[in-house]
Structure formats: structure tokens, C-alpha cells
């Protein structure tokens, strides 16, 4: 009867639910311990189990939907797993800047969750004979939900890493935060497991930028730490040198204050905020030379004061005395050499190639001497050979980089060319004569820069007496036109 009544509504196109396989289905035999404990870990593997709970389904679907229920039981369990152990791990990590959020957390449990479920295993099935329940159980290993777990790490870490090198290379803040994230970076980046980053550059690359990172920003911490303690000690000097009576002692206490200032102003030609900026040492320049009674030093300290940057600005007080002061021209030229070697540490180079004959150009290194140290520069002569690359490059008329050295003054005289020998046309002379013909090249390089170079083609006269003599009297005259160009250049007077 109940037969009929079924074919008769699917004749008549009405549709209605199948009869419950309740009354069909056999069971998979006893019940598994696993459906009563369906999630466990073990050293090996996590396990999980899902149930379908629909008898009226096709077969195929009540899988599905238990398989489903069982990937979702393991993502729940493995998310607990890597989220505990990632917060075991933070807690013995003290380093600032590399706490993980919440959201680091659940972006990395959540990565590695995904990447373990590509692994997983159905392992086991049963049917319960009286619900027709049927159960399905899934497993992953160990080993690739620590897989996934280094791979979510990697990704977080990595985006921290990047975050920690733009606040590195974020110049508005201050060098501490900036060494800050160094350290930080640092601490990070052995963590970062850069197989599950394609796009990243490797570990040696990120090792090697943030050794330069901390090496340039501690070498700007140490600069400023040095120029605090300079400015200190020049500060202290100026109050001590105002106090003496005796001249000698005050002359000498001002020079030590003009050689700290001059040494700050080599070595940082365009200020080291937020210690100073140029205007804030000239104008101090100034008062020294107010303090020693030249209008000439004072007057063009101020005059460059005027037109600097300051922290503290005093442009307009250091215009107004500057025209206050009066300097003749010949008092001025004095004044410009006087300041610009002044305290300064300076080292001579003289060389000269001439054929086969080379070495130090001792003439034209006494004639340098002879103007630059009575100005007061502390001086010493390079005496070490130039090398084949920097005769190489004077010869192409460039200035080698090499010869610079840092916060210093580097003065040179080179001549590079031959000798010639020719038989004396005077009888009652000593048999031969000789001659240089080559180039000559002078130049001054202030902390690193080259500032002034000259450059000339020129031939002696023929010489009766020796080698020697043909390049003293060449050494002389370099020299005094050396000292006629660089009075140009510290006038300003670029003409030739």
C-alpha cells in the first residue's frame, strides 16, 4: 500500500523525500575509539574527524559533507597548536619592534593552517548501522604543519622586516629610533625562512644591508657625539680666553678654540643638525677674531655668517657687523690665508716623475712649507711614493681620490715628464745641459674634496749645472705660481 501511494505522487510529478536508509543501511562494523575522541595530536600526526548526519543524501555527498566537517575540526585544532607555540616563542624574545599582533598571529595561523591542509589524508571511515551516520577521519603530519607554520612565519616576519628597513631609511627620525630598528631587523632576520619567499632577495643580501645601515648610523651617532663634546670644549675655551689678562695665554687659548671650530666646520662642511649648522661656528669664528682685535678675520667670519644656515639664526646681527667693519684689501688677502690654514691639519705632497728619475719633490715641499706653516697649519709631508694608478690619473689631468684624507687639508706639487741631456755649447762649461719638459699639476683638497686644481704643460731652459738644479728652479717657480692662483681662489677671483 505504501508502494502505491509513492508511485502514484511520482506519476503525478510530485516530488517527495526518498525513504530513510535508516531501515537499509548495514554499518561499518563495531564503533572506532577515534569517533568518540575524533581530535587528538600525537608526535607524528593531528588527527580530526567530521560526521554527516543526513541519511537522505546521496552517499557521495554524506562524504563529502563528513570530510568537510572533519577539515574544519583539524583547522581548529592545528590554529590552537601554532598559535601556542608561536606565543611560547614571542615570550622568550625581548627585542622592541618584534611583538606579534593579533593580527600577526592569525594571519600566521591562519597561513599555515592552509598550507597544512594541502597535505591532508583520509584515513578511515565508518558507518553508524542505527543513525546511518557516517563518519569520516582525516590526518596531516607533524611535519607539514610545521612546514606551513615556517611558511606563515616567513611571510609575517618578512613584511616586519620591511617595515623595520623604511623606518631605517626614514631620515626624519631621529638616528636612535633609526638604530633602534636596526637591531631589530637584525633580530628578525635569522627567523626568516626565505624558501616561501620567491620574491625576497636572500639572507646575505638583508645581512649585508643592515651591516652598512649600522655602520653609517653609527658613524653619524659618533659624529655628533664628537661634535657636542668639540663644541663644549671650544665653548669652554672662548669663556676661559675672555677671562685672561695675560696675551700670550689668551692668543694661544683662542687658537685651540679656532682649531676645535675649524676642525668641526672640515669635517662637516654643511652642518651636523641638530648640533649646529655652519652660521652657528662662523659667527663663533667671528667674535674669536673680534676677541684678537683683527676687523679683517672678523668681518669675513661674519660676512659668511650672514649668509649660512643656523640653529639659532643670527643672520641679520652677523650682516650688521660685518658692515660695521672696516679692512683694507692687502689687510684682507692676509686675513683669507691666515683663516683658511689656520689650526688646520695639513699634509704636503710633492712628487715629480722625470723619466726614469722619480720620488719626493723636495724643493717644491719647502717652498709650501714655508708659506702655509707660518699661518699656522699643522703640518707633515707625505713621503711614501705615489703608485702607478695615481701617476695615471694626474697624467689625465684628474686629481686621484686616494691622495684625500678625511677632515684634513691635502696640498700637492706633482711634475710628470722627461729630462733631456745635450752636450754643453759652452766651452768653459761643465760638459752637459738639461732640461724638463712635461706637465705640472698643483691642487688642495679640503676633507675629501678637491677645491682648487691647476694644471700646466711647460719646458725649462737648458740648465748647465744638474738635474737637480733644472728641477729646484722648476719646484720655485710652481710654487710661486701656485701661491698666485690660490690667492685668486680665496678672493673669489676665478679669472684667469
Known amino acids: 500500500?505504501?508502494?502505491?501511494?509513492?508511485?502514484?505522487?511520482?506519476?503525478?510529478?510530485?516530488?517527495?523525500?526518498?525513504?530513510?536508509?535508516?531501515?537499509?543501511?548495514?554499518?561499518?562494523?563495531?564503533?572506532?575509539?577515534?569517533?568518540?575522541?575524533?581530535?587528538?595530536?600525537?608526535?607524528?600526526?593531528?588527527?580530526?574527524?567530521?560526521?554527516?548526519?543526513?541519511?537522505?543524501?546521496?552517499?557521495?555527498?554524506?562524504?563529502?559533507?563528513?570530510?568537510?566537517?572533519?577539515?574544519?575540526?583539524?583547522?581548529?585544532?592545528?590554529?590552537?597548536?601554532?598559535?601556542?607555540?608561536?606565543?611560547?616563542?614571542?615570550?622568550?624574545?625581548?627585542?622592541?619592534?618584534?611583538?606579534?599582533?593579533?593580527?600577526?598571529?592569525?594571519?600566521?595561523?591562519?597561513?599555515?593552517?592552509?598550507?597544512?591542509?594541502?597535505?591532508?589524508?583520509?584515513?578511515?571511515?565508518?558507518?553508524?548501522?542505527?543513525?546511518?551516520?557516517?563518519?569520516?577521519?582525516?590526518?596531516?603530519?607533524?611535519?607539514?604543519?610545521?612546514?606551513?607554520?615556517?611558511?606563515?612565519?616567513?611571510?609575517?616576519?618578512?613584511?616586519?622586516?620591511?617595515?623595520?628597513?623604511?623606518?631605517?631609511?626614514?631620515?626624519?627620525?631621529?638616528?636612535?629610533?633609526?638604530?633602534?630598528?636596526?637591531?631589530?631587523?637584525?633580530?628578525?632576520?635569522?627567523?626568516?625562512?626565505?624558501?616561501?619567499?620567491?620574491?625576497?632577495?636572500?639572507?646575505?643580501?638583508?645581512?649585508?644591508?643592515?651591516?652598512?645601515?649600522?655602520?653609517?648610523?653609527?658613524?653619524?651617532?659618533?659624529?655628533?657625539?664628537?661634535?657636542?663634546?668639540?663644541?663644549?670644549?671650544?665653548?669652554?675655551?672662548?669663556?676661559?680666553?675672555?677671562?685672561?689678562?695675560?696675551?700670550?695665554?689668551k692668543s694661544k687659548t683662542l687658537g685651540e678654540a679656532t682649531g676645535l671650530y675649524k676642525n668641526l666646520l672640515a669635517k662637516h662642511g654643511n652642518g651636523l643638525p641638530p648640533v649646529f649648522e655652519t652660521g652657528d661656528v662662523l659667527f663663533r669664528l667671528a667674535e674669536i677674531e673680534e676677541m684678537r682685535g683683527s676687523s679683517c678675520g672678523a668681518r669675513n667670519y661674519f660676512q659668511q655668517a650672514a649668509e649660512s644656515k643656523y640653529i639659532n639664526d643670527r643672520r641679520e646681527l652677523a650682516r650688521k657687523k660685518a658692515e660695521s667693519l672696516t679692512c683694507s684689501d692687502e689687510d684682507m688677502d692676509k686675513t683669507l690665508w691666515r683663516q683658511y690654514f689656520e689650526s688646520r691639519p695639513t699634509t704636503i705632497i710633492c712628487y715629480y716623475k722625470a723619466g726614469s728619475d722619480q720620488g719626493t719633490w723636495n724643493k717644491a715641499c719647502d717652498g709650501l712649507n714655508s708659506i702655509i706653516r707660518p699661518l699656522g697649519a699643522d703640518i707633515s709631508i707625505r713621503a711614501q711614493a705615489l703608485s702607478p694608478a695615481q701617476l695615471t690619473e694626474l697624467q689625465k689631468g684628474e686629481i686621484p681620490p686616494s691622495l684625500a684624507e678625511r677632515g684634513k687639508l691635502v696640498v700637492g706639487i706633482v711634475a710628470l715628464g722627461k729630462l733631456r741631456t745635450r752636450a754643453d755649447r759652452d766651452p768653459r762649461g761643465s760638459g752637459h745641459e738639461y732640461q724638463f719638459e712635461g706637465g705640472m699639476t698643483s691642487f688642495l683638497m679640503d676633507n675629501g674634496s678637491t677645491v682648487f686644481s691647476d694644471r700646466f704643460q711647460g719646458t725649462t731652459g737648458w740648465n748647465p749645472i744638474s738635474k737637480q738644479m733644472v728641477m729646484d728652479v722648476l719646484g720655485i717657480n710652481v710654487v710661486k705660481r701656485w701661491r698666485e692662483k690660490f690667492a685668486k681662489f680665496l678672493r673669489h677671483d676665478l679669472t684667469q
Open 1 to 249: 500500500m505504501i508502494i502505491r501511494v509513492y508511485l502514484m505522487l511520482a506519476l503525478s510529478g510530485i516530488a517527495f523525500p526518498s525513504i530513510s536508509f535508516a531501515a537499509q543501511c548495514t554499518g561499518s562494523g563495531p564503533k572506532p575509539e577515534w569517533v568518540d575522541s575524533p581530535d587528538s595530536v600525537t608526535s607524528e600526526y593531528f588527527f580530526a574527524a567530521g560526521v554527516s548526519d543526513d541519511p537522505d543524501a546521496p552517499l557521495s555527498e554524506r562524504i563529502a559533507t563528513a570530510k568537510q566537517n572533519a577539515l574544519k575540526s583539524l583547522s581548529e585544532v592545528i590554529q590552537v597548536s601554532v598559535k601556542n607555540s608561536l606565543v611560547l616563542e614571542q615570550s622568550s624574545r625581548k627585542t622592541a619592534g618584534n611583538e606579534l599582533t593579533d593580527s600577526n598571529l592569525y594571519s600566521i595561523t591562519k597561513t599555515s593552517t592552509d598550507a597544512s591542509l594541502r597535505n591532508v589524508e583520509s584515513i578511515a571511515t565508518w558507518e553508524d548501522k542505527k543513525t546511518c551516520d557516517i563518519w569520516l577521519r582525516i590526518r596531516v603530519s607533524q611535519k607539514q604543519v610545521e612546514e606551513g607554520k615556517r611558511e606563515g612565519l616567513a611571510k609575517t616576519l618578512f613584511g616586519m622586516l620591511n617595515a623595520h628597513l623604511a623606518t631605517i631609511q626614514n631620515e626624519s627620525l631621529t638616528l636612535a629610533a633609526r638604530m633602534t630598528a636596526v637591531n631589530a631587523a637584525s633580530e628578525v632576520l635569522p627567523r626568516i625562512a626565505f624558501e616561501f619567499l620567491p620574491e625576497a632577495s636572500s639572507t646575505s643580501y638583508y645581512s649585508d644591508l643592515l651591516a652598512n645601515h649600522r655602520k653609517t648610523l653609527q658613524q653619524s651617532i659618533d659624529d655628533i657625539d664628537q661634535a657636542r663634546a668639540a663644541l663644549n670644549s671650544s665653548d669652554q675655551l672662548l669663556n676661559k680666553a675672555s677671562g685672561q689678562t695675560n696675551e700670550i695665554e
